[in-house]
């Protein structure tokens, strides 16, 4: 399971903004929050570290995702008046399926700041697509799993089930995401010698648990604090209960050994 510390969350996202922005503001002597979210819609703005009234330096954090539980760190440094106290004014643009972070990140009118992951900004920066680096590692081991149904939960497409590693994939149907979401799953299914479209099927799927909950794919990706709860809070049709862990095989990514690191606060080097 990832590991979170509110705390060193908490001083890390700090850190981050106050490191990489020193915008040269003074600091206030009472913590206040300054921090506003910008609706999902309104995309991320070109803040270009802008003065603001008061003082204040106005930068955008371009979130991965919705807001959810991984920016809980950043949030929270907001409520507690943390940023307001290094003279920031922090605008967090929230994520979604349409926003692609690194590429979000690496426009010059765009946010000071992005979250992405290490894979992801590694891929544009080898095409020489962006300039985006890594100021600050969050996570201490990443929350990239695959999601299977037990023996005896329902056969899946192939007919089969309890799938417990990526060496199993062989034949499969795997769902996984793209955006560069996907590079553990097929990491992990390249340390056995399987490629994808040769040995196994790998199945784009959306930021749910829909294929797996009906049968499509024989596992799905899923991030532990997200959609591996999706799957505990659906109904299963058989009970009318809720499907319980026990139903479920986890492959976890840090244990087979393509983990990859997240979540990664990068920035645009401007000049």
């Known amino acids: ?17 106050v490191a990489a922005c020193q915008a040269g503001a003074p600091a206030t002597t009472k913590p206040s929050a300054a921090s506003t979210t910008a609706p999902a819609s309104a ?12 003082g204040m330096t106005n930068v955008s954090l371009q979130l991965q995702w919705a807001p959810q539980a991984q920016f809980a760190g950043y949030f929270a440094a907001d409520k507690e008046g943390y940023y307001t106290a290094e003279g920031l004014h922090v605008t967090m643009v929230p994520g979604g399926p349409d926003v692609v972070p690194q590429t979000v990140g690496s426009d010059p009118a765009g946010p000071e700041f992005t979250i992405s992951w290490v894979p992801k900004v590694l891929e544009v920066r080898g095409k020489g697509q962006s300039d985006l680096v890594d100021i600050a590692q969050i996570f201490q081991r990443a929350g990239t799993r695959s999601v299977s149904w037990a023996s005896g939960k329902g056969p899946s497409p192939t007919g089969t089930e309890n799938i417990t590693s990526p060496e199993q ?9 793209g955006f560069g979401n996907e590079y553990e799953v097929t990491a992990g299914a390249l340390k056995y010698n399987l490629k994808e479209g040769t040995d196994y099927t790998k199945v784009v799927q959306p930021f749910d648990m829909s294929l797996l909950l009906n049968r499509q794919v024989d596992v799905a990706e899923a991030m532990i604090y997200n959609e591996y709860a999706q799957v505990l809070e659906a109904t299963n049709p058989t009970t009318n209960a809720l499907y319980q862990p026990s139903d479920l095989n986890v492959i976890d990514y840090n244990q087979v050994g393509t983990a990859m690191l997240r979540t990664l606060c990068s920035r645009v080097m401007r000049g």
């Open 1 to 17: 399971m990832t590991t979170f510390r509110p705390i060193a969350g908490i001083l890390a996202a700090t850190a981050i903004l």
């Open 43 to 54: 995309g991320a703005p070109a803040s270009q570290a802008a003065q603001g009234s008061g």
């Open 169 to 177: 994939f062989k034949g499969k149907n795997v769902g996984a995401w």
